[in-house]
C-alpha cells in the first residue's frame, strides 16, 4: 500500500466516523440524554469490574499459609492475616468465622451470613442504577422516535401532503436514530447487568462453601477432631 491509499483510507474512516457523528447529532436532545445514560453505564461496567478484580484472592496460597498459622497455633496472628486482605471478602469472613468459633454454631452462622450480605452489598453497589438504564435507555429511544415521527407528519400536514419524498425519508431515518442508540445502550446495560449479577451471586455461594470447609479444617488442625 503507498502513501497515497493509505491517506485515501484514513480519509474515508475519518469521513464515515463524523458521518456516524452527524447522524447521532441529528437525533436532537434525546440523544444528548442517551449519551449521558451510556457514559453513566460504561462509568458504573468499568468500576464495578475493577472492583470484582481487585478482591480477587489466590485461595491457595492464602490457606496454605492460614493452615500454618493455625497449626502453629497462633490464632491472632491468623485473623491479622486475614485482615490484611482488607479487599477479599472471603478473608474477611474467614477472620469472623475465626474470631466467633465458640460462640455455638447457630450464632456463628448467623454472623457469617450477616457479614456475608453486608459484603455482597457491596459489590451490588450501582447495580440498581445500571438495571434501570437497561430498561429506560430503550424507551428514550423509542420517545425520541414518535416525537420525530410527529414532527413528520406535522410538516406534511403543513404543506397539504405535497412533502418532497426525499425530505420524508430523511426525516424518518433521523428520527429512528435515536431508537438505535437507545437500544444499543440498553443492550450493553443489561448484557453487564446479568454478567455482574451472576458474579456478585457465584462469589456469595463460593464465600460460603469455603468457609463452611475452612471451619471443618480449622476444627481438625487446631482440636485434631
Known amino acids: 500500500m503507498d502513501f497515497s491509499q493509505l491517506i485515501g483510507n484514513l480519509t474515508g474512516k475519518m469521513t464515515a466516523e463524523s458521518s456516524w457523528f452527524t447522524i447521532a447529532a441529528k ?24 472492583k470484582f478484580r481487585r478482591a480477587r484472592l489466590d485461595k491457595a496460597e492464602f490457606f496454605k499459609e492460614l493452615h500454618g498459622y493455625i497449626a502453629d497455633n497462633q490464632i491472632e ?82 404543506t397539504g401532503g405535497g412533502v418532497d419524498i426525499s425530505v420524508l425519508a430523511t426525516g424518518i431515518w433521523e428520527a429512528l436514530v435515536t431508537t438505535i442508540g437507545g437500544l444499543t445502550v440498553g443492550i450493553i446495560s443489561i448484557l453487564f447487568y446479568n454478567y455482574l449479577v451472576g458474579r456478585v451471586e457465584n462469589i456469595a455461594y463460593e464465600i460460603d462453601d469455603i468457609t463452611n470447609d475452612f471451619l471443618t479444617d480449622f476444627r481438625r488442625i487446631k482440636y485434631g477432631k
Open 27 to 50: 437525533g436532537g436532545i434525546l440523544m444528548v440524554v442517551l449519551l449521558v445514560v451510556s457514559i453513566i453505564a460504561i462509568t458504573i461496567i468499568i468500576e464495578r469490574l475493577i
Open 77 to 158: 496472628r491468623a485473623i491479622q492475616f486475614c485482615e490484611e486482605k482488607e479487599r477479599s471478602p472471603l478473608a474477611k469472613i474467614v477472620a469472623l468465622a475465626i474470631e466467633n468459633y465458640e460462640v455455638g454454631v447457630s450464632k456463628r452462622r448467623e454472623i457469617i451470613e450477616l457479614a456475608l450480605r453486608k459484603e455482597m452489598r457491596k459489590f451490588e453497589k450501582n447495580l440498581g442504577a445500571l438495571s434501570t438504564f437497561a430498561a429506560i435507555a430503550p424507551l428514550i429511544g423509542f420517545l425520541g422516535t414518535v416525537t420525530g415521527m410527529v414532527k413528520v407528519f406535522m410538516k406534511i400536514a403543513e
